[in-house]
């Protein structure tokens, strides 16, 4: 079915890619992850009970297990919480912490392209849902959630002391 794209369904589009991509007002994805030491991907953050690892990889777990929600008719939630973070006691290599932040960048592309499909209507069920969720409150739960573990993921690099030497941002 094809939707009439308006000015405003274009602006409204436009907006959640841009808050799916950078989170507006939140530091985005790319500049949390950016220049990540290798010795610090297993750090545990002060006073929590994961490591940053886990928090991008808790990231990358949810964010596909919407985009399934949205798009697969055969979605299965997965169970919590080990459905969406890692075992407390996982240690994740440098190829897996490489592979996790391709992943998140991977799925969010692919949320971007639903919300950037004209023929797609943001504001219909998703058909998954039993009537209750559309397509544009997935798409800003996600970029909600995104937004607070990837302030989290910032704020831990800084008190665990793992941003590069004179960072000035």
């Not at 209750?132 to 665990?160: M, P, W």
Request: charged share 25%.
């Amino acid at each position: 079915m094809a939707v009439n794209q308006t000015g405003a369904d274009k602006e409204i589009r436009d907006q959640l890619v841009s808050m799916l991509e950078s989170g507006q007002a939140h530091m985005g994805f790319a500049d949390a992850t950016k220049a990540f030491p290798k010795s610090g991907i297993n750090s545990r953050l002060p006073r929590v009970p994961y490591s940053c690892w886990h928090l991008v990889e808790h990231l990358r777990l949810t964010q596909k297990d919407m985009l399934d929600y949205m798009v697969s008719a055969s979605y299965e939630e997965p169970a919590f919480p080990r459905g969406y973070w890692p075992r407390k006691s996982a240690r994740a290599t440098l190829a897996q912490w490489r592979q996790s932040l391709a992943q998140f960048q991977k799925d969010r592309r692919a949320m971007i392209d639903l919300v950037r499909d004209p023929d797609r209507d943001l504001f219909a069920a998703v058909p998954n849902s039993g009537g209750k969720h559309t397509f544009f409150r997935c798409c800003l739960v996600i970029a909600d959630h995104n937004s607070y573990h990837i302030g989290e993921l910032a704020f831990g690099r800084q008190v665990a002391g793992l941003w590069p030497k004179g960072r000035k941002d």
